[in-house]
Structures are given as structure tokens and as C-alpha cells.
């Protein structure tokens, strides 16, 4: 159980770093690493707020068994979770099924920060959509369900976006807000209902997946389909640009740091149709909430969107008013013309 509760070592960040991931650790260096090891922290933690909580997990006591069952999920990651299970049995003799399984599902978020649980451990994080790893499926079947291209391109005249497409623009002229997840399948989503915009903001961890599909080799190779993560982070260059002083503005405001991770200059991609796995996600925050109307006064002060048609509200608005003023001091003058008249004839009568 102390393994759940002890804050993670550097040297635990090290061995996870090099298994997970096959990159060194740098204390310092790559700052989005914290952020990283912060999320690590906090699913152990989870698992340590109460002795029912940690039974599911109870065979992992140390975090090389994390990495042993890494090891395992890793080079049978094309084969259905039951021969992974299975495969795990040798080192897990006399635990349940239910318990190996929790352990699987506990590794595959750790290395792939996707909220995979099993039915029987989702009470624990209500609050969060989780993934349920089906017995007879494989983790790349599992990833590859969830993470599927658009079927059809745009036409021309709705593929472009306008530069001020920015996460900081929505939230100033649309209300948007964002909230941060540490599930990558939920990057993207868009709660209209709340206009809630969940952005997935891990760079580090999407470079170091790159690289594993770079260098190659089964073993090693990342299970995300080719083209998703370096498509990530040009949605975070998008909606993110690191040259706009707004956008670095809110991302200190947030504690957000991933634009400190190189390469520092990713282009901004305008054209829906160079996205494959985010482009519907992407068009469905540019129609239904960029190019909808403010909904406040303040928004449509603020809304610079199209300048002419901002410019026209504006003017009829001021002759609207003036409209108004100009009628209420023609009413007054005839009241005080009518008042001034019945002055006039109560003096002459008296």
C-alpha cells in the first residue's frame, strides 16, 4: 500500500521514463515532464484513498511491476486482452482475474493516458468517461476504435479558418471554456451544453510517443496510429498559437506550460482538410460555437470577427438610441407645450 501513497521518486520518474517511454528523464529540463509525473501521481494516489479502493490493485507493489506489465501489454499489444491476462498469470499465480485486469487497465493509462476501466473500478472516477478494454479485443484494436480519420473532406468553402480561430478568441467573443484532461481520447471534446472545450495539453508526452514510432521496432513501437500525435499537436498550435501575447497570457493564467517544449515554431494549420483523426471535432467547434452569434453585450462589444458587420450594429445601434432620445424629447416638448397652453387658459379664465 506505501507504494500508492509515496510521492514519485526521481528515480522511479527515470525507470518509468526509459520503460514507457525509452527516453531519459531530465530533471528540469523538460518542464511538461512534471505535468506528466503530476498525472502519474495522481492515478496512484487514487488508488491509496481507502483500503477497498487499493484491493483491485493489490499485485502491484512496486512500480517495476508497473513496468513488467508494461513490458507484457507492450509486446502482445496486437493480441486480445484474455492472452495478456493469461500471459500475466505466471507472475500472478494466485490472483483473481479481476485483479490482473485492474493491473492492466492501471498500465495501459500510464502509458498511454487513455482512461481505460474496467466496469467494476468506474465508480471510483464517476466524474470521468472512462473506456472499457474488452476481453476478446486488442489494445491496438481498442486505440485504433478510438481514434479513427474522418471518412470525407470538406469543400473549399468550409475547410478554411480564419487566423483569430484561437482558444483565447472563443473564450473572449464566444464564452468558451477551457478545461484540461489528462485522457487523450477526450481532446477535442465539446460540451455545448456547459461550452466546455477539453483540451488534451501533455506536448512531452506526444513527442515521446512520436519518437518510439520513429525509431520502430515491434517491441518498442507506440500502438497511437501513424499521423494522430504529431495531428495533436498542431491542434495545440492552433488553438494555441506561441506567438499571440493573449495565448501566452492565458496559458500563465492556467500554469500551462507545453509550448516550452520544442520545437517551439509548429505551423498553424487553416485548412480543415489537413486534419485527418481531429478534423470533425475541429469543425465542430469552428460552426457551432466560433461562427455562432454572441450571445452578451460584452461579447458583441468585443467582437472583431467581421469588422464591417460589427461597424453596421454598432452605427444602428447609436441612431436606435438617438432615435429614442430624440422621440422622448419630442414628447417632452409637446407635454410642456400642452401643459404651458393649459397654464395659459386657466389665467385667462380666472
Not at 499485485?59 to 517495476?64: A, G, K, P, W, Y
Not at 509550448?259 to 457551432?288: K, M, Q, S, V
Request: proline share 5%; glycine share 4%; aromatic share 12%.
Amino acid at each position: 500500500m506505501s507504494f500508492f501513497r509515496a510521492p514519485v521518486s526521481r528515480q522511479v520518474k527515470c525507470d518509468i521514463s526509459r520503460s514507457l517511454f525509452n527516453a531519459e528523464y531530465r530533471p528540469g529540463q523538460d518542464p511538461d515532464w512534471e505535468s506528466y509525473y503530476a498525472y502519474f501521481d495522481r492515478e496512484l494516489r487514487h488508488l491509496a484513498m481507502g483500503v477497498a479502493s487499493c484491493q483491485p490493485y493489490i499485485i502491484l507493489q512496486s512500480h517495476h511491476d508497473i513496468i513488467h506489465v508494461h513490458k507484457i501489454i507492450q509486446s502482445n499489444k496486437h493480441k486480445p486482452k484474455h492472452e495478456v491476462r493469461r500471459l500475466l498469470r505466471g507472475n500472478y499465480a494466485q490472483a483473481e482475474d479481476g485483479l490482473i485486469e485492474s493491473a492492466i487497465d492501471l498500465t495501459a493509462r500510464l502509458w498511454l493516458m487513455v482512461n481505460v476501466r474496467s466496469q467494476t473500478s468506474q465508480h471510483r472516477m464517476p466524474q470521468k468517461l472512462s473506456v472499457a478494454w474488452e476481453d476478446s479485443a486488442s489494445l491496438a484494436d481498442l486505440v485504433g476504435s478510438l481514434f479513427q480519420p474522418s471518412r470525407q473532406p470538406l469543400d473549399p468553402g468550409r475547410s478554411r479558418l480564419v487566423p483569430l480561430f484561437t482558444a483565447w478568441s472563443m473564450s473572449q467573443l464566444c464564452g468558451l471554456q477551457i478545461r484540461w484532461t489528462d485522457s487523450l481520447e477526450d481532446h477535442l471534446r465539446l460540451d455545448l451544453r456547459a461550452k466546455e472545450l477539453w483540451i488534451f495539453p501533455y506536448k512531452v508526452f506526444l513527442l515521446k510517443h512520436m519518437e518510439m514510432q520513429e525509431e520502430g521496432g515491434e517491441n518498442k513501437c507506440s500502438v497511437f496510429p501513424k499521423g494522430l500525435l504529431q495531428e495533436t499537436i498542431s491542434t495545440l498550435n492552433l488553438l494555441f498559437p506561441h506567438w499571440d501575447p493573449n495565448t501566452q497570457n492565458f496559458l500563465s493564467t492556467q500554469n500551462q506550460t507545453f509550448h516550452a517544449i520544442p520545437p517551439f515554431a509548429g505551423p498553424r494549420r487553416l485548412n480543415l482538410n489537413e486534419f485527418d483523426y481531429w478534423r470533425d471535432h475541429l469543425t465542430e467547434l469552428y460552426e457551432r460555437v466560433y461562427l455562432a452569434p454572441a450571445d452578451s453585450w460584452r461579447q458583441l462589444w468585443a467582437d472583431r470577427r467581421n469588422p464591417h458587420q460589427w461597424w453596421t450594429f454598432w452605427i444602428a445601434v447609436v441612431v436606435l438610441v438617438l432615435s429614442v432620445i430624440s422621440c422622448a424629447a419630442s414628447v417632452i416638448q409637446a407635454w410642456a407645450s400642452m401643459k404651458s397652453l393649459s397654464l395659459q387658459l386657466t389665467s385667462d379664465a380666472s
